[in-house]
Protein backbone atom coordinates (compact mmCIF):
# COMPACT_ATOMS: atom_id res chain seq x y z
CA UNK A 1 0.00 0.00 0.00
CA UNK A 2 1.10 3.43 -1.13
CA UNK A 3 0.26 6.42 1.45
CA UNK A 4 0.15 9.76 0.92
CA UNK A 5 0.14 12.56 3.91
CA UNK A 6 -1.32 15.87 4.03
CA UNK A 7 -0.75 17.93 6.98
CA UNK A 8 2.08 17.79 9.13
CA UNK A 9 0.22 15.97 12.17
CA UNK A 10 0.19 12.90 9.52
CA UNK A 11 4.18 12.40 11.03
CA UNK A 12 2.50 10.95 14.17
CA UNK A 13 0.91 8.16 11.59
CA UNK A 14 4.25 7.33 10.23
CA UNK A 15 5.45 4.42 12.71
CA UNK A 16 2.23 2.63 13.09
CA UNK A 17 2.17 2.85 9.31
CA UNK A 18 4.91 1.30 8.85
CA UNK A 19 4.94 -1.27 11.20
CA UNK A 20 2.72 -3.25 8.75
CA UNK A 21 4.90 -5.16 6.12
CA UNK A 22 4.10 -3.51 2.09
CA UNK A 23 3.54 -0.39 3.46
CA UNK A 24 5.49 2.47 1.78
CA UNK A 25 4.74 6.05 2.36
CA UNK A 26 5.50 7.82 -0.81
CA UNK A 27 4.77 11.57 -0.80
CA UNK A 28 3.56 14.21 1.76
CA UNK A 29 1.36 17.37 0.63
CA UNK A 30 1.92 20.62 2.82
CA UNK A 31 1.05 23.91 2.23
CA UNK A 32 4.35 24.96 3.78
CA UNK A 33 7.20 24.70 1.88
CA UNK A 34 9.54 24.68 5.33
CA UNK A 35 7.10 22.16 7.09
CA UNK A 36 7.01 20.05 4.31
CA UNK A 37 10.69 19.86 3.13
CA UNK A 38 11.22 19.25 6.79
CA UNK A 39 8.62 16.04 7.05
CA UNK A 40 9.76 14.95 3.92
CA UNK A 41 13.97 14.60 4.95
CA UNK A 42 12.43 13.29 8.85
CA UNK A 43 10.71 10.65 7.20
CA UNK A 44 12.71 9.85 4.29
CA UNK A 45 9.76 10.34 1.55
CA UNK A 46 10.68 11.39 -1.61
CA UNK A 47 8.02 12.79 -3.04
CA UNK A 48 6.32 16.42 -1.81
CA UNK A 49 3.71 19.07 -3.13
CA UNK A 50 1.56 21.76 -1.72
CA UNK A 51 -1.18 21.02 -3.73
CA UNK A 52 -3.83 18.28 -2.82
CA UNK A 53 -5.12 17.45 -5.83
CA UNK A 54 -1.62 16.84 -7.30
CA UNK A 55 -1.25 13.91 -4.34
CA UNK A 56 -4.14 12.34 -5.22
CA UNK A 57 -3.05 12.53 -8.68
CA UNK A 58 -0.06 10.12 -7.80
CA UNK A 59 0.37 6.53 -7.81
CA UNK A 60 -0.86 6.14 -3.93
CA UNK A 61 -3.16 3.60 -3.03
CA UNK A 62 -4.14 5.50 0.68
CA UNK A 63 -4.29 8.85 2.26
CA UNK A 64 -3.59 10.08 5.54
CA UNK A 65 -5.66 13.32 5.82
CA UNK A 66 -3.99 15.19 9.24
CA UNK A 67 -4.65 18.54 7.99
CA UNK A 68 -7.05 21.42 10.06
CA UNK A 69 -10.35 20.28 10.74
CA UNK A 70 -12.41 22.36 8.66
CA UNK A 71 -10.39 20.25 5.96
CA UNK A 72 -11.27 16.65 7.45
CA UNK A 73 -14.47 16.12 5.19
CA UNK A 74 -13.75 18.00 1.65
CA UNK A 75 -10.44 15.95 1.60
CA UNK A 76 -11.58 12.59 2.43
CA UNK A 77 -14.69 12.85 0.03
CA UNK A 78 -12.00 13.52 -2.70
CA UNK A 79 -9.54 10.91 -1.76
CA UNK A 80 -12.43 8.51 -1.83
CA UNK A 81 -13.90 9.59 -5.01
CA UNK A 82 -10.48 8.75 -6.71
CA UNK A 83 -10.89 5.36 -5.10
CA UNK A 84 -8.01 6.03 -2.42
CA UNK A 85 -8.23 4.62 1.08
CA UNK A 86 -8.92 6.85 4.39
CA UNK A 87 -7.14 7.56 7.31
CA UNK A 88 -8.65 10.82 8.56
CA UNK A 89 -7.40 12.95 11.75
CA UNK A 90 -10.54 13.72 14.44
CA UNK A 91 -13.14 14.81 14.23
CA UNK A 92 -14.46 13.10 10.72
CA UNK A 93 -16.63 16.86 9.58
CA UNK A 94 -17.42 19.69 11.19
CA UNK A 95 -21.50 19.85 10.49
CA UNK A 96 -23.70 17.92 9.88
CA UNK A 97 -23.86 17.96 5.88
CA UNK A 98 -20.54 17.14 5.99
CA UNK A 99 -20.97 14.16 7.69
CA UNK A 100 -23.91 13.16 5.20
CA UNK A 101 -21.64 14.17 2.26
CA UNK A 102 -18.37 11.97 4.07
CA UNK A 103 -20.82 8.85 4.63
CA UNK A 104 -22.11 9.43 0.84
CA UNK A 105 -18.54 9.60 -0.23
CA UNK A 106 -17.77 6.40 1.98
CA UNK A 107 -20.70 4.45 0.58
CA UNK A 108 -20.33 4.70 -2.87
CA UNK A 109 -16.52 4.44 -2.96
CA UNK A 110 -14.62 0.95 -3.14
CA UNK A 111 -12.03 2.25 -0.45
CA UNK A 112 -11.64 1.98 3.33
CA UNK A 113 -12.64 4.72 5.65
CA UNK A 114 -11.13 4.98 9.00
CA UNK A 115 -10.97 7.68 11.51
CA UNK A 116 -8.02 8.02 13.83
CA UNK A 117 -9.18 8.13 16.93
CA UNK A 118 -6.17 7.76 18.62
CA UNK A 119 -7.51 7.43 22.73
CA UNK A 120 -9.11 4.50 22.31
CA UNK A 121 -6.09 2.74 21.21
CA UNK A 122 -3.91 4.38 24.45
CA UNK A 123 -3.05 1.54 27.11
CA UNK A 124 -5.11 2.33 29.69
CA UNK A 125 -7.98 2.56 27.53
CA UNK A 126 -7.32 -0.25 25.40
CA UNK A 127 -6.96 -2.81 28.81
CA UNK A 128 -10.40 -1.10 30.03
CA UNK A 129 -11.99 -2.15 26.56
CA UNK A 130 -10.72 -5.63 26.93
CA UNK A 131 -11.91 -5.34 30.29
CA UNK A 132 -15.15 -3.90 29.70
CA UNK A 133 -15.37 -6.60 26.24
CA UNK A 134 -14.74 -9.44 28.23
CA UNK A 135 -17.69 -8.49 30.75
CA UNK A 136 -15.49 -8.27 33.87
CA UNK A 137 -17.81 -4.79 34.58
CA UNK A 138 -20.86 -6.16 34.25
CA UNK A 139 -23.38 -4.62 32.38
CA UNK A 140 -22.32 -0.89 31.58
CA UNK A 141 -24.38 2.24 32.43
CA UNK A 142 -23.14 4.94 32.92
CA UNK A 143 -19.35 7.13 31.62
CA UNK A 144 -17.38 10.29 32.09
CA UNK A 145 -15.02 11.40 29.77
CA UNK A 146 -13.23 14.73 29.49
CA UNK A 147 -11.44 16.85 27.39
CA UNK A 148 -9.08 19.35 29.41
CA UNK A 149 -6.23 20.72 27.64
CA UNK A 150 -5.05 24.41 27.66
CA UNK A 151 -4.55 24.57 23.70
CA UNK A 152 -3.84 28.71 23.97
CA UNK A 153 -0.29 27.57 22.99
CA UNK A 154 -1.88 26.30 19.46
CA UNK A 155 -4.54 28.80 19.21
CA UNK A 156 -2.44 31.74 18.89
CA UNK A 157 0.87 31.81 16.91
CA UNK A 158 4.61 32.97 17.63
CA UNK A 159 3.20 35.87 16.91
CA UNK A 160 0.20 36.03 18.29
CA UNK A 161 -1.94 35.35 15.34
CA UNK A 162 -5.27 33.58 15.99
CA UNK A 163 -4.91 29.73 14.03
CA UNK A 164 -8.16 27.94 12.46
CA UNK A 165 -8.17 26.04 16.12
CA UNK A 166 -10.13 30.21 17.28
CA UNK A 167 -12.54 29.22 14.78
CA UNK A 168 -13.13 25.79 14.64
CA UNK A 169 -12.26 24.05 18.13
CA UNK A 170 -12.69 27.31 20.19
CA UNK A 171 -14.71 30.10 18.21
CA UNK A 172 -18.24 28.38 18.38
CA UNK A 173 -20.33 27.06 21.22
CA UNK A 174 -20.64 22.92 22.02
CA UNK A 175 -18.84 20.14 22.22
CA UNK A 176 -16.64 20.72 19.09
CA UNK A 177 -13.79 18.36 19.83
CA UNK A 178 -15.47 15.64 21.82
CA UNK A 179 -14.15 12.85 20.13
CA UNK A 180 -11.07 11.59 22.39
CA UNK A 181 -13.45 11.53 24.88
CA UNK A 182 -16.50 10.51 23.33
CA UNK A 183 -14.60 7.64 21.35
CA UNK A 184 -13.22 5.53 24.26
CA UNK A 185 -16.33 5.42 26.04
CA UNK A 186 -18.85 4.13 23.26
CA UNK A 187 -15.90 2.12 22.62
CA UNK A 188 -16.20 0.73 26.21
CA UNK A 189 -19.96 0.57 26.55
CA UNK A 190 -20.46 -0.40 22.65
CA UNK A 191 -23.19 1.89 22.02
CA UNK A 192 -24.00 5.26 20.39
CA UNK A 193 -25.88 8.40 21.41
CA UNK A 194 -29.54 9.11 21.24
CA UNK A 195 -29.65 12.17 22.13
CA UNK A 196 -27.28 14.92 23.26
CA UNK A 197 -28.09 17.85 26.01
CA UNK A 198 -25.33 20.57 26.03
CA UNK A 199 -24.54 23.57 28.59
CA UNK A 200 -21.59 25.79 29.40
CA UNK A 201 -19.95 27.68 32.14
CA UNK A 202 -19.45 30.73 30.31
CA UNK A 203 -16.75 32.17 28.92
CA UNK A 204 -14.26 33.41 31.81
CA UNK A 205 -10.65 32.85 31.00
CA UNK A 206 -10.58 33.96 27.18
CA UNK A 207 -12.78 36.45 26.76
CA UNK A 208 -11.46 36.61 22.67
CA UNK A 209 -13.23 33.18 22.29
CA UNK A 210 -17.11 32.23 21.82
CA UNK A 211 -16.42 28.84 23.59
CA UNK A 212 -17.60 28.44 26.64
CA UNK A 213 -14.24 27.61 28.89
CA UNK A 214 -16.65 24.85 30.39
CA UNK A 215 -18.71 22.66 27.64
CA UNK A 216 -20.70 19.71 28.99
CA UNK A 217 -22.69 17.38 26.83
CA UNK A 218 -24.76 14.79 28.10
CA UNK A 219 -25.42 12.13 25.72
CA UNK A 220 -28.31 9.54 26.40
CA UNK A 221 -26.89 5.92 24.65
CA UNK A 222 -29.60 4.28 22.39
CA UNK A 223 -29.85 1.21 24.87
CA UNK A 224 -30.70 3.59 27.69
CA UNK A 225 -27.09 4.50 29.10
CA UNK A 226 -25.66 7.52 29.79
CA UNK A 227 -21.99 9.42 29.52
CA UNK A 228 -20.80 12.76 30.45
CA UNK A 229 -18.76 14.45 28.02
CA UNK A 230 -16.77 17.58 29.07
CA UNK A 231 -14.27 19.66 26.93
CA UNK A 232 -12.04 22.30 27.82
CA UNK A 233 -9.44 24.18 25.88
CA UNK A 234 -8.98 26.88 27.54
CA UNK A 235 -8.96 27.02 31.34
CA UNK A 236 -5.48 27.49 32.92
CA UNK A 237 -4.13 23.88 34.21
CA UNK A 238 -2.51 21.30 33.44
CA UNK A 239 -3.15 18.82 30.75
CA UNK A 240 -4.05 15.49 31.51
CA UNK A 241 -4.47 12.29 28.93
CA UNK A 242 -7.00 10.36 30.80
CA UNK A 243 -9.81 11.56 32.77
CA UNK A 244 -12.57 8.89 32.26
CA UNK A 245 -14.42 7.05 34.54
CA UNK A 246 -16.90 3.68 33.45
CA UNK A 247 -19.39 2.08 35.87
CA UNK A 248 -21.15 -1.62 35.34
CA UNK A 249 -23.59 -3.86 37.18
CA UNK A 250 -20.48 -5.32 38.55
CA UNK A 251 -17.40 -3.21 38.81
CA UNK A 252 -16.19 0.46 38.09
CA UNK A 253 -13.04 2.18 36.74
CA UNK A 254 -11.70 5.61 37.56
CA UNK A 255 -8.58 7.15 35.57
CA UNK A 256 -6.15 8.81 37.43
CA UNK A 257 -6.59 12.61 37.69
CA UNK A 258 -3.07 13.27 36.81
CA UNK A 259 0.04 12.22 34.76
CA UNK A 260 1.58 9.67 36.31
CA UNK A 261 -1.22 8.79 38.74
CA UNK A 262 -2.82 5.14 38.48
CA UNK A 263 -5.87 4.14 37.28
CA UNK A 264 -8.35 2.55 39.34
CA UNK A 265 -10.36 0.00 39.22
CA UNK A 266 -13.30 -1.96 41.71
CA UNK A 267 -14.66 -5.32 40.45
CA UNK A 268 -17.61 -7.07 43.19
CA UNK A 269 -16.39 -10.39 43.85
CA UNK A 270 -12.49 -9.77 42.77
CA UNK A 271 -11.69 -7.10 44.47
CA UNK A 272 -9.82 -7.58 47.58
CA UNK A 273 -12.44 -5.58 49.76
CA UNK A 274 -15.86 -3.98 49.07
CA UNK A 275 -14.41 -0.65 50.26
CA UNK A 276 -11.00 0.03 48.50
CA UNK A 277 -10.06 0.49 44.94
CA UNK A 278 -7.23 -1.72 43.12
CA UNK A 279 -4.42 -0.03 41.11
CA UNK A 280 -5.63 -0.62 37.52
CA UNK A 281 -2.13 -2.08 36.98
CA UNK A 282 -3.05 -5.33 38.69
CA UNK A 283 -5.23 -6.11 35.83
CA UNK A 284 -2.49 -5.52 32.99
CA UNK A 285 -1.17 -8.55 32.69
CA UNK A 286 -4.78 -10.68 32.12
CA UNK A 287 -6.17 -7.39 29.65
CA UNK A 288 -3.39 -6.27 27.69
CA UNK A 289 -4.67 -6.34 24.39
CA UNK A 290 -2.61 -8.90 21.95
CA UNK A 291 -1.38 -5.72 19.89
CA UNK A 292 -0.54 -3.54 22.71
CA UNK A 293 2.22 -6.56 24.08
CA UNK A 294 3.29 -7.45 20.73
CA UNK A 295 4.02 -3.48 19.83
CA UNK A 296 4.12 -1.89 23.14
CA UNK A 297 7.54 -0.67 23.56
CA UNK A 298 7.16 0.66 20.06
CA UNK A 299 4.25 2.66 20.28
CA UNK A 300 5.21 3.86 23.95
CA UNK A 301 7.99 5.83 21.88
CA UNK A 302 5.35 7.43 20.00
CA UNK A 303 2.94 9.98 20.48
CA UNK A 304 -0.42 10.12 22.56
CA UNK A 305 0.66 7.61 25.04
CA UNK A 306 0.71 5.04 21.83
CA UNK A 307 -2.36 5.45 20.13
CA UNK A 308 -1.51 7.24 17.39
CA UNK A 309 1.09 4.52 16.59
CA UNK A 310 -1.81 1.88 17.03
CA UNK A 311 -5.04 4.21 14.92
CA UNK A 312 -2.38 4.08 11.91
CA UNK A 313 -1.32 0.30 12.30
CA UNK A 314 -4.88 -0.44 12.90
CA UNK A 315 -5.65 1.00 9.09
CA UNK A 316 -3.20 -0.33 7.55
CA UNK A 317 -3.62 -4.16 8.80
CA UNK A 318 -7.37 -3.10 7.62
CA UNK A 319 -6.63 -2.27 4.23
CA UNK A 320 -3.67 -4.96 3.41
CA UNK A 321 -5.92 -7.80 4.84
CA UNK A 322 -9.27 -6.57 3.86
CA UNK A 323 -10.43 -6.56 7.32
CA UNK A 324 -13.25 -4.07 8.78
CA UNK A 325 -11.43 -0.99 10.13
CA UNK A 326 -11.87 -0.48 14.18
CA UNK A 327 -13.42 3.21 13.68
CA UNK A 328 -15.18 2.85 10.09
CA UNK A 329 -17.35 5.36 8.48
CA UNK A 330 -20.63 4.36 11.04
CA UNK A 331 -18.15 4.25 14.14
CA UNK A 332 -16.48 7.61 12.91
CA UNK A 333 -19.76 9.15 12.78
CA UNK A 334 -21.03 7.71 16.18
CA UNK A 335 -17.93 9.65 17.97
CA UNK A 336 -18.16 13.28 15.43
CA UNK A 337 -22.21 13.56 15.55
CA UNK A 338 -22.82 14.31 19.06
CA UNK A 339 -20.95 16.85 19.50
CA UNK A 340 -22.00 18.30 15.87
CA UNK A 341 -25.53 18.42 16.87
CA UNK A 342 -24.43 19.78 20.88
CA UNK A 343 -24.34 22.92 19.02
CA UNK A 344 -28.27 22.95 18.49
CA UNK A 345 -28.53 21.81 22.21
CA UNK A 346 -26.65 24.42 24.08
CA UNK A 347 -28.12 27.59 21.11
CA UNK A 348 -31.27 26.47 22.36
CA UNK A 349 -30.35 26.53 26.06
CA UNK A 350 -29.76 22.84 26.49
CA UNK A 351 -32.95 20.93 24.97
CA UNK A 352 -32.23 17.69 24.07
CA UNK A 353 -31.36 17.12 20.24
CA UNK A 354 -31.93 13.68 18.78
CA UNK A 355 -28.47 11.99 16.76
CA UNK A 356 -28.93 10.75 14.09
CA UNK A 357 -27.73 7.18 13.01
CA UNK A 358 -25.78 6.92 9.96
CA UNK A 359 -26.67 3.88 9.46
CA UNK A 360 -30.10 4.53 8.46
CA UNK A 361 -28.39 7.26 5.82
N1 LIG B 1 -5.59 13.05 17.49
C1 LIG B 1 -4.85 13.90 18.19
O1 LIG B 1 -4.45 13.63 19.30
C2 LIG B 1 -4.50 15.21 17.56
C3 LIG B 1 -3.47 15.99 18.06
C4 LIG B 1 -3.14 17.19 17.41
C5 LIG B 1 -3.87 17.58 16.29
N2 LIG B 1 -4.87 16.78 15.84
C6 LIG B 1 -5.63 17.12 14.64
O2 LIG B 1 -4.74 17.14 13.55
C7 LIG B 1 -5.12 18.15 12.64
C8 LIG B 1 -3.96 19.09 12.37
O3 LIG B 1 -3.60 19.72 13.57
P1 LIG B 1 -2.19 20.44 13.75
O4 LIG B 1 -1.99 20.61 15.21
O5 LIG B 1 -1.15 19.71 12.98
O6 LIG B 1 -2.49 21.84 13.05
P2 LIG B 1 -1.40 22.91 12.64
O7 LIG B 1 -2.13 24.18 12.40
O8 LIG B 1 -0.26 22.92 13.62
O9 LIG B 1 -0.80 22.38 11.27
C9 LIG B 1 -1.61 22.24 10.14
C10 LIG B 1 -0.70 21.93 8.96
O10 LIG B 1 -1.54 21.65 7.84
C11 LIG B 1 -1.09 22.43 6.74
N3 LIG B 1 -2.27 22.72 5.92
C12 LIG B 1 -3.32 23.51 6.26
N4 LIG B 1 -4.25 23.47 5.28
C13 LIG B 1 -3.78 22.62 4.34
C14 LIG B 1 -4.29 22.16 3.11
N5 LIG B 1 -5.49 22.54 2.68
N6 LIG B 1 -3.54 21.30 2.38
C15 LIG B 1 -2.33 20.91 2.80
N7 LIG B 1 -1.79 21.32 3.98
C16 LIG B 1 -2.52 22.15 4.74
C17 LIG B 1 -0.45 23.67 7.34
O11 LIG B 1 0.50 24.22 6.46
C18 LIG B 1 0.20 23.10 8.60
O12 LIG B 1 1.51 22.62 8.36
C19 LIG B 1 -6.32 18.83 13.25
O13 LIG B 1 -7.50 18.29 12.75
C20 LIG B 1 -6.21 18.52 14.71
O14 LIG B 1 -7.45 18.51 15.35
C21 LIG B 1 -5.19 15.61 16.45
Known amino acids: MRVGIVGKRGGAFVSGLRSVP ?19 ERHGIESQTDDFRRLLDADIDAIAVATPMQFHAEQSIAALEAGKHVVSEVTAAVSLDECQRVVAAARRSSATYMMAENYCFSRSNAIVGEMARRGVFGDLYYAEGAYIHDCHHVQYDAAGNPTW ?40 SEQRHIQDDVTVMLCQLARGGLADIRLDMQSRRPHNMTHYALQGTRGAYLSGRHPGESGLVWIDGRSPSRET ?31 DFFAARAFALSVTTGTTPPIGIDRAMDFTLPGV ?13 AVPDSREW
Open 22 to 40: GVDIVAVCDLDLATRTAFA
Open 277 to 307: WEPLDAYRDEFTPLEWREYGAQAAATGHGGG
Open 341 to 353: LSAQSIASGGVPV
Open 165 to 204: RTIWQVGSRGCTYGTHSLGPVLTWIDDRVASVTCHGSGVH
